[in-house]
């Protein structure tokens, strides 16, 4: 076999390639020319069958013609392909394509190519026609010398191309109609399909559903509609099944061609479907997905550290906080799926704005967190989403309140009122703070109203948290340079420890203390002196009126011992009236005892005088004597016993022992009496020697150029010295009254002599030269009345001095006389005695020594009377004294019956036992006598209370030095760097007078209910020199300082006596001063309600409870505002 | 200065904190009432008092006083009224209820008895606050201090009965709504010097005890 040239094999492949391609490409034109033919056949078909529904008999028609025609163009298109030439294999198909390809070349070539083609394909019957073989390589060979070679032109493709389109189109417009009328075309195909089956032909309406399938979330409202086109039914069924379960159907009402169905929410998937008639729609599904949920929220409270309140975690997913401001809050979640993300919305509540803050929490699978601090109150709520974009629905809102910490209360417990400062220059103190989370700073501020200075403070306490503080102290104004009439306004301040938003403060209301003048003392001690004296004059009249009511009963008793209705009666009444008038006397033992507080407080008298109405007060206190109690409860018993004896032996014992509380009354009385008279004295020399000391600061004032000054007090200075000269006038008519006629005329001689000095006219003269500018002149007139002023002073001094000299010589004198009576009486009874021993039975001398034993008892009575009229008068001479003399005579009686009786024995002991007591009465009023002829400081009292005073004035001094030492954080005592060596300094210095005070609490024994525990001070001052030594100095020091200075002062306030005119100098206002009235009762009821809460809030409740607590305090507080 | 008291008044409120014209001087508004008295007396008193504030605090105050009749709108505009006279007082239904509302609102009355208006101010000012019942104010009420002490109380500038001066409050809802003063007659006291020929010391007295009413108001006391 020989081979083949490879181009001609070359040229035999293109032609053939050629063929196949074209092929290809009109086998792909024809099938989509058939098949879009096959879709609108079947369309046709079935909108024919939708729109004629044509009856089971000839439906059969419709499947048949549609395969006919889907055959006869499938044969068409078969037809076609398969008689066309160029497309079957073989010479002819090669023959054509070689052609084709002439037609695209050059003249030349397809000459050539024509030629070749005429050799190959001889006209029949030509009887030279080459071999098939040769004829084939000629055109091959034709072919091959062929320049295009680019077979693609070739190829027949538009034809192709346009079948194509043609039959895509008629597939699109078939398709677009089944999706958009699926409803009416698939039941007709269904038919077409099975054309022997019988459908209703009554029903001609479709219904669908709206959605058709989809999804929801869980639990969360679906609507399905229903649509009925057609002549449907007025009703149908909506069935669906959930989850596999049953199938549910739910009637629906289609009237209108449209019904909804409503559902809640469904836990899990469903199908479902629509029935109406014999039409149904197809079932579909809807998915349920659960959105994401918080299934657990948790939080952690940090309050701010000042608070001191514990870490408090929140119960589970209750999210309401209620918190300080500053409070840092944990916040953590846990959701049902795994989290993209979750977002914290904060929305602060302040008035109308509600700005809202966004946080990105941190997120860890399922679970995310945040912390924040709170500062105002908000609400918020947490945003949540899944990884699959689904977030959470409607998020819950929680409020977080913020507690108000309030503002701290102070207040001043004690003094309840403004007052008037003692002479002691102290003022008590308590005060009061509270704050619902500590208290971290109280002060005292106060100013001098009167010199209008700056405000200044005390620290009271500081560094300390408490929430409720309450602080006693002592506050010294002694080192203040305040003047009489001075005005000192005082308040509490206190801060609490909020140091989120600032410490807060709080004010106490503010008091006054006021230091008096000295015509306020003498009106206030008057005024005292005066209700005493009245209450006084009125119980003895009662006592008196009573005293004759009992004398009468008594009387009757003994006449007719039968106690009827009517005498019970009045014993009855008798005592009541006695009850009551003990009450009395106890009253006035109450009114006298402020009446000695006041003298004592304000150092009006001298250390004598005040100790007389002390003694005066304390023989007032035991003016309902136990003896008269018991008396009066023994009566009561005798009478309950309804023994006219008992009673009659009662009303005996009743009416001595109220017969003696008579005595007291009437020697109170008298005593009172005889004191006011020296008390007055006291008085009009402390007016003088006042005076004279404002005469001297107005020298100091000329001296100094303050004219203006002067001349004021000058002013000041006349009326006080026409107000002496009234004083001394009084006083001088009060004596004559008394009947001191040798006082009287003393005083009318001295207000003589006042009048001669013309002491106004003098400072009339000074003031004068003031005006005129002629200090020199001045200054001399000014000069020469401070002397007549000092003159004065002196005088009145001695007045007084003399005055009470001179009753304590008459004093002395009658207790001498009483004296020498009863050694006289003594030596009487003595001989008495010694003639009675050598007395024989039948002695004619028993009457003769009876008659001298009776002279002897007389005057015994004498005595006894008269010492009871001189216990008046003193307090030396008590009634008591009488005691002893009144044995005396009842054993003088005991001896006289002896005598009479001839009992030489008899009368003999008893004479012994009388002149003993005779000479204890004797023995007594000596010691008496020996008592006031001594001075009153022959006791040592004086000069212990001089030591005392010097020991306090120490103390204060080191006192004054620890409260200026520096203090460490701000003011709060501590331990003091750097300030070792004074601090020891001090502490030796306490430690001597520690020592000292021991020392005299020994010297002390026998006065120390005077004194009191003074070795209790010397105790108190060990504990603070070691304070001092430990370097401590604690508040604890302080108030232990102040206690020291309190106790000495106490014990000394009588030797500080002549001190009083130092610190009073007098400076009187223009406007006559009146003691505020009392708060305002809103404001303390409500402060008062205030502080109920703040120990409410401090009783540790819930927050809920603490909520609850403070509506109904804020309901009280409104009520209080109503009212 | 005006302005940094109206905004540190800690306790302003109601309707004169928050609407006030804090920049204008500070004016006293006197009340023109009903009834025949002389709700017109004491011509020079305001205008001296607010100069004197104005000397002694640097407050901005205007030169002359304001005229308000209780019914005009522009009461509301007034922190601080004040009426005085000698003479009876009447108030109509209107104006008890219009005054009951700007005491609500926060206003302020200083009353003055310039001797003779007291029981018909009494009897009218009732109506206005039937709860209340004057109180006499503690000498340590801050009114009494708020820039001059006055540890006795009110000063006594004229004579009248010879009672003593007497500040009397009203309070409304636990705030002091109309300080009265009685028997006392500051108005007097802040005249001219030549109109009633007071001793210096009397009229400083009045004058320090008006500012301090004044100050204490406008720094928000209660």
Redesign the interface.
């Known amino acids: 076999m020989t081979e083949r040239d490879p181009k001609l094999i070359q040229a035999e492949r293109l032609l053939e390639r050629l063929r196949i391609r074209q092929l290809k490409i009109t086998l792909q034109g024809s099938l989509y020319s058939w098949l879009g033919l096959l879709s609108a056949i079947w369309l046709t078909l079935g909108f024919f069958e939708s729109a004629f529904r044509l009856p089971q008999t000839i439906r059969f028609i419709l499947p048949v013609l549609g395969i006919l025609l889907s055959t006869v163009t499938a044969i068409i298109q078969y037809r076609r392909i398969v008689g066309c030439e160029s497309l079957k294999p073989g010479d002819k198909a090669r023959y054509f394509w070689a052609l084709r390809l002439g037609e695209l070349s050059s003249t030349r070539e397809s000459d050539r190519l024509l030629n070749a083609l005429q050799v190959a394909m001889p006209k029949a019957g030509h009887r030279d026609a080459p071999s098939p073989e040769l004829a084939r390589e000629s055109l091959y060979r034709a072919v091959a010398d062929l320049d295009v070679i680019d077979s693609d032109r070739a190829i027949y493709l538009d034809g192709r191309k346009k079948e194509a389109k043609f039959g895509g189109a008629l597939i699109l417009t078939s398709l677009l109609a089944l999706i958009f009328t699926p409803s009416s075309l698939l039941p007709a195909y269904q038919r077409i399909l099975h054309p022997f089956v019988s459908y209703d032909q009554t029903a001609d309406f479709s219904i669908a559903i709206e959605p058709a399938g989809g999804w929801a979330y869980r639990d969360e409202p679906v609507r399905f509609e229903v649509n009925a086109k057609g002549s449907h039914p007025a009703s149908g069924s909506f069935f669906y099944r959930l989850d596999g379960g049953d199938e549910i159907g739910l009637e629906i009402d289609i009237r209108t061609g449209r019904a909804t169905v409503d559902f809640d929410g469904f836990p899990a998937d469903i199908t479902y479907r629509a029935v109406s008639g014999k039409v149904s729609t197809d079932r579909y599904k809807f998915q349920i997905i659960p959105r994401p949920q918080i299934v657990e929220l948790g939080w952690q409270l940090n309050p701010p550290a000042y608070s001191r309140l514990p870490v408090v975690s929140g119960r589970e997913n209750v999210g309401d906080i209620e918190c300080l401001p500053g409070s840092a809050v944990e916040l953590s979640i846990t959701a049902s799926k795994k989290l993209a993300s979750a977002l914290l919305l904060m929305t602060r509540i302040s008035g109308d704005s509600s700005a809202v803050d966004t946080v990105s929490m941190d997120v860890s699978g399922n679970q995310a967190r945040v912390e924040f601090v709170v500062r105002k109150p908000l609400t918020y709520s947490i945003r949540i989403s899944d990884r699959d974009g689904h977030h959470d629905k409607d998020p819950v809102t929680y409020r977080i309140q913020t507690l108000a910490d309030e503002y701290p209360a102070v207040r001043i417990a004690y003094p309840e009122e403004?007052i008037l400062l003692g002479d002691d220059m102290l003022v008590p103190l308590r005060i009061e703070a509270d704050d619902d989370f500590g208290v971290a700073r109280l002060e005292l501020n106060y100013?001098n109203?009167?010199n209008?200075t700056d405000i200044q403070s005390w620290l009271l306490s500081s560094g300390k948290s408490t929430p409720g503080l309450s602080i006693d102290t002592l506050w010294e104004l002694g080192g203040m340079p305040l003047m009489p009439g001075d005005?000192l306004?005082y308040?509490a301040v206190v801060w609490d420890n909020d140091n989120v938003s600032g410490p807060k403060r709080g004010e106490s209301?503010?008091?006054?203390v006021?230091l008096p003048t000295f015509e306020e003392i003498i009106a206030g001690i008057e005024q005292s002196e005066a209700e005493v004296e009245f209450n006084a004059e009125k119980t003895l009249e009662a006592a008196k009126e009573l005293k004759e009511e009992v004398a009468r009963l008594v009387e009757e008793m003994r006449r007719d011992p039968n106690a009827d209705w009517e005498r019970r009666n009045q014993i009855e009444q008798a005592l009541n009236n006695q009850e009551q008038l003990s009450k009395q006397a106890d009253q006035l033992s109450r009114s006298l005892d402020e009446l000695v507080n006041k003298l004592e407080k304000h150092d009006a008298l001298t250390t004598e005088t005040l100790e007389k109405y002390m003694e005066l007060q304390k023989l007032m206190d035991e003016v309902a004597s136990p003896e008269l109690r018991d008396a009066m409860e023994k009566l009561k018993q005798a009478m309950d016993s309804e023994d006219p004896e008992k009673i009659r032996q009662a009303l005996e014992k009743f009416d001595m022992d109220r017969e003696e509380f008579l005595r007291s009354v009437e020697r109170s009385l008298a005593i009172l009496q005889q004191l006011k008279m020296e008390r007055k004295l006291d008085e009009l020399t402390k007016r003088a020697e006042e005076l004279l000391h404002a005469q001297e600061q107005v020298l100091k004032d000329i001296e100094g150029d303050r004219s203006e000054s002067a001349m004021q007090s000058l002013e000041r200075q006349k009326a006080g010295v026409e107000a002496l000269q009234q004083e001394l006038a009084e006083t001088g008519k009060m004596a004559t009254e008394n009947g001191e006629s040798a006082l009287a005329e003393d005083l009318d001689s001295l207000g003589s002599r006042m009048k001669s000095m013309s002491i106004s006219a003098q400072m009339q003269q000074t003031q004068q030269s003031l005006r005129s500018g002629n200090r020199q002149k001045a200054t001399s007139s000014g000069e020469e009345s401070a002397r007549q002023l000092a003159e004065m002073a002196s005088a009145l001094g001695k007045m007084a001095a003399d005055y009470k000299e001179q009753n304590k010589a008459e004093l002395a004198q009658k207790i001498r006389r009483l004296i020498e009576e009863l050694i006289y009486v003594s030596e009487s009874q003595e001989e008495l005695l010694d003639e009675s021993k050598i007395l024989g039975t039948q002695s004619p001398r028993y009457r003769e020594l009876a008659g001298a034993q009776q002279d002897v008892k007389q005057a015994l009575a004498g005595i006894a009377g008269r010492m009871l009229d001189l216990s008046k008068e003193t307090f030396f001479v008590t009634p008591e004294l009488g005691a002893s003399l009144g044995k005396a005579m009842q054993n003088i009686d005991r001896s006289l019956a002896g005598f009479s009786e001839r009992l030489p024995r008899s009368a003999v002991q008893p004479q012994k036992q009388a002149l003993g007591e005779i000479n204890r009465s004797a023995a007594q009023l000596l010691a008496i006598l020996g008592e006031l002829s001594g001075s009153s400081s022959s006791s040592g009292y004086e000069e212990m209370m001089e030591k005392l005073s010097q020991m306090a004035s120490q103390q204060q001094g080191l006192n004054q030095e620890s409260m200026s030492m520096p203090m460490p954080g701000g003011g709060s005592p501590g331990q003091i760097p750097g300030e070792g060596e004074s601090l020891a300094g001090m502490a030796a210095r306490q430690r001597a007078l520690q020592r000292q005070m021991e020392q005299a609490a020994e010297e002390a024994q026998g006065i120390e209910e005077m004194l009191g525990d003074l070795q209790g001070v010397a105790d108190a001052m060990g504990d603070v020199a070691k304070d001092m030594e430990n370097q401590q100095i604690v508040d604890r020091t302080r108030r232990l300082q102040q206690q020291i200075v309190s106790r000495l002062l106490d014990a000394t306030r009588a030797a500080r006596e002549e001190e009083y005119s130092k610190k009073r100098e007098s400076k009187t206002?223009?406007?006559?001063?009146?003691l505020?009235?009392?708060?305002?009762?809103?404001?303390a009821e409500?402060e008062k309600l205030r502080r109920d809460l703040m120990r409410a809030l401090q009783e540790g409740y819930t927050p809920d409870y603490r909520r609850l607590i403070r509506d109904y305090y804020d309901a009280l507080d409104r009520e209080?505002?109503?009212? | 200065m005006l302005l940094t008291l109206w905004l540190s008044a800690p306790k302003a409120t109601g309707l004169f904190a928050a609407d006030a014209p804090v920049e204008d001087p500070v004016v006293i508004a006197r009340v023109k009432y009903g009834g025949g008295g002389d709700w017109y007396s004491n011509p020079s008193s305001i205008p001296n008092l607010l100069g004197f504030i104005r000397q002694e605090t640097g407050i901005k105050t205007a030169d002359a006083e304001a005229v308000v009749e209780l019914t005009n709108p522009k009461l509301f505009q007034y922190p601080i009224i004040y009426m005085n006279g000698h003479g009876n007082i009447s108030f109509t239904a209107r104006e008890v209820e219009i005054l009951n509302s700007y005491f609500a609102a926060g206003g302020f009355l200083i009353a003055d008895d310039n001797y003779g208006m007291d029981a018909s101010f009494r009897r009218e000012i009732k109506r206005v606050l039937p709860?209340s019942d004057f109180?006499?104010?503690?000498?340590?009420?801050?009114v009494y201090?708020s820039l001059?002490?006055?540890?006795?109380?009110l000063?006594?500038i004229h004579e009248h009965d010879g009672k003593?001066a007497q500040g009397f409050?009203l309070?409304l809802?636990?705030k002091l709504v109309v300080f009265y003063s009685y028997q006392c007659d500051l108005g007097d006291g802040w005249e001219d010097p030549d109109v009633h020929s007071d001793p210096p010391?009397k009229r400083l007295a009045a004058l320090r005890m008006g500012a301090n009413i004044v100050y204490w108001r406008l720094r928000g006391g209660q």
């Open positions: 403004d100013r109203l009167n209008d005005v306004e308040w209301s503010r008091r006054m006021r206002g223009e406007e006559a001063p009146r505020s009235p009392p708060p305002v009762q809103l404001d409500r209080i505002i109503k009212k | 709860g109180v006499e104010l503690p000498f340590s009420h801050p201090s001059f002490p006055f540890p006795y109380g000063p006594k003593p409050g309070f809802d636990g010391e």
